[in-house]
């Protein structure tokens, strides 16, 4: 979870933070015991309570991803992790409120300016990645021709698109296997497609990031792509869609090749190239291994840092009014996600 890696960071910085926890992946969160698979800093403080009965001392700041917080918890921020995936009343309130919002890409950052957040409130504030944790433990020569996918049923999230990718590129390179995993249940796949439902972390990494050598990012809109970076950071080389937030991340010919999204052939075209060319492969997947060693949460604690100082120096300068457009309905909102799938689909050159 981002904010709790933000949350240790800040920690680590010497800051005094408090997590409220309600619900992760829709569940209820009643102590640590519920999230085991999080390591949280022995100096971050937990709470589990309503927001409203929610009482810590003198609290500077309360990050939230949707919704408006109770305004005793301090100067709000508001956190933007996806656009088009809320629903409009979600969103409204999200990209509306007079406060930062902390834009966890490039892309989200230009689509807040473009729906009407002013260009001073939308801050790029970009996900690190554990380094200790995301790594190389086995060579790039040595791995199967194994091609791993993070799959959600999501239509944005291009799940299905990725799946038929693999399908047309097993007909090229018969010795094709395939890891996907997710937190949904799996869908009806062919044999040489296994899933793995809520893999334990040290799985993720060794067996299916360090056992594949391409890991395929499918979406047709994402607002970061963290598996993707994760996957990188061990060694797999990556096939990309042009999705928005893979910008920060995905450079044709160079970290990955990238393609147009809904584009299923293309995707399969660049997982045969990939694994019919291991100089091709251990190039773009050493590359990209080098540009994601950027993404580092001890950084970005400190920007995030550097922004909650600039606001409580001046909290009114990051307070204006926003005017947001295209989000009157949901209308409108269908709408505004049908053009930018559109503008993708004629404007980026598949390659």
């Not at 917080?69 to 709000?76: C, E, N, V």
């Not at 299905?160 to 995993?181: H, I, N, R, S, Y």
């Not at 997982?271 to 060319?277: P, Q």
């Not at 949901?330 to 053009?339: G, K, S, T």
Request: proline share 8%; glycine share 8%; with cysteine.
């Amino acid at each position: 979870m981002a904010i709790w890696e933000h949350a240790n960071g800040l920690a680590r910085r010497g800051h005094e933070v408090h997590v409220l926890h309600t619900t992760v992946f829709g569940e209820p969160v009643e102590s640590l015991d519920d999230v085991t698979w999080f390591r949280f800093d022995d100096r971050v403080e937990h709470h589990f309570c309503d927001p409203h009965e929610f009482h810590p001392a003198e609290p500077d700041f309360v990050l939230c991803v949707v919704g408006a917080p109770p305004p005793h918890l301090g100067l709000p921020l508001m956190w933007v992790q996806a656009v088009g995936a809320f629903p409009v009343f979600a969103e409204r309130t999200m990209f509306g409120a007079p406060c930062p919002k902390l834009c966890t890409s490039s892309f989200l950052v230009e689509e807040a300016v473009r729906l009407g957040v002013r260009r001073s409130q939308a801050v790029h504030q970009p996900y690190g990645i554990r380094h200790d944790k995301y790594r190389i433990t086995r060579p790039l020569d040595d791995r199967p021709p194994t091609v791993a996918m993070l799959y959600y049923p999501s239509e944005l999230k291009g799940g299905d698109l990725g799946v038929e990718a693999l399908l047309q590129a097993k007909q090229q390179v018969p010795e094709l296997t395939a890891q996907l995993f997710g937190v949904a249940p799996p869908p009806a796949l062919p044999g040489w497609i296994t899933y793995d439902r809520n893999p334990p972390q040290d799985e993720l990494v060794d067996r299916i990031y360090n056992g594949s050598r391409i890991f395929v990012l499918p979406s047709l809109v994402e607002g970061f792509g963290l598996a993707a970076v994760e996957a990188m950071a061990s060694g797999c080389a990556l096939v990309a869609t042009d999705c928005g937030g893979s910008m920060d991340y995905a450079f044709h010919g160079d970290t990955a090749l990238v393609s147009a999204p809904s584009d299923a052939a293309a995707m399969a075209d660049h997982l045969v190239a990939l694994l019919t060319d291991d100089q091709l492969r251990t190039g773009i997947a050493g590359r990209g291994t080098e540009h994601v060693r950027r993404f580092d949460w001890d950084d970005s604690a400190r920007r995030l840092e550097d922004t909650l100082v600039r606001y409580a120096d001046d909290p009114g300068a990051l307070q204006q009014p926003e005017h947001v457009v295209g989000l009157d309905d949901e209308a409108d909102l269908d709408a505004e996600l049908a053009w930018r799938l559109g503008d993708y689909e004629e404007e980026a050159s598949p390659t």
